[in-house]
């Protein structure tokens, strides 16, 4: 399962993707069980952002597996027991460091978005990415940030194309653009875990 799971800052987007992939992986018959697995693109580089993964890793609780991968996804992924589920966290950072800090270009990305993709599903690899949608009416004047949002809005496009399920976050409600096995995500899968997410289909 590819789900692409898009939404504003503090939208809530992370409580959905975390209930995504542990939805998915429990589901799974035990004996094909991986692990669940958070992979994280940023780099904490100053206090408040310590402070804010700390926060993160307080609530995404017990049971996960966190890998830090700012750049090189597909090694991260090579790394990553069959069957298991894997919430991406997030696209918009990746692609910023992708161009700029380690000079890659798009078609590079692209790429290894595809084999991220390809390497999930040959895998049985549930693969849940976060994005923020940082689309703006107008293209930028500045030329780099016309470049980085070019680059991200052809990376949701592809992973929208490619993934089973495009969610988009409003107000902390999922808002369905596309759900191939028409499940949703299952309240009960999310019980417990103190954070407070509605699964809508639209
Ligand atoms: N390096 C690292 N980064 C993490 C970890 N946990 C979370 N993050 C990062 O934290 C970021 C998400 O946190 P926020 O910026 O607070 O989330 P948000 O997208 O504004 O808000 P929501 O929509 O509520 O998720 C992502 O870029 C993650 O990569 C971790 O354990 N290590």
């Known amino acids: 399962m590819i789900a692409f799971v898009a939404g504003g800052a503090r939208s809530g987007k992370s409580a959905v993707a975390e209930a995504l992939a542990m939805g998915h992986l429990a589901h799974q018959p035990r004996e094909a069980r991986g692990a669940l697995v958070y992979l994280a693109t940023a780099r904490v580089g100053d206090d408040e952002m310590a402070a804010r993964v700390a926060r993160h890793r307080r609530e995404r609780g017990e049971g996960w597996l966190t ?3 700012p750049l090189e996804l597909a090694d991260a992924l090579d790394g990553v027991k069959a069957g298991s589920s894997v919430l991406l966290d997030c696209l918009t950072l990746w692609a910023g460091q992708w ?3 380690a000079e890659r270009d798009e078609a590079a990305g692209r790429a290894m978005l595809e084999w991220l993709i390809t390497s999930a599903r040959r895998r049985d690899i549930a693969l849940v990415v976060v994005s923020n949608d940082l689309n703006e009416d107008l293209p930028p ?6 470049r980085y949002l070019a680059f991200l809005q052809r990376l949701h496009r592809d992973l929208a194309e490619e993934a089973d399920r495009v969610i988009e976050v409003v107000a902390g409600r999922a808002v369905y653009w596309k759900d ?3 499940k949703g995500i299952e309240e009960k899968d999310i019980e417990g875990q103190g954070r407070d997410v509605k699964g809508a289909s639209s």
């Open 67 to 69: 890998c830090e991968a």
């Open 99 to 101: 161009l700029f800090e």
């Open 141 to 146: 004047r500045d030329a780099l940030v016309w």
């Open 180 to 182: 191939i096995e028409g």
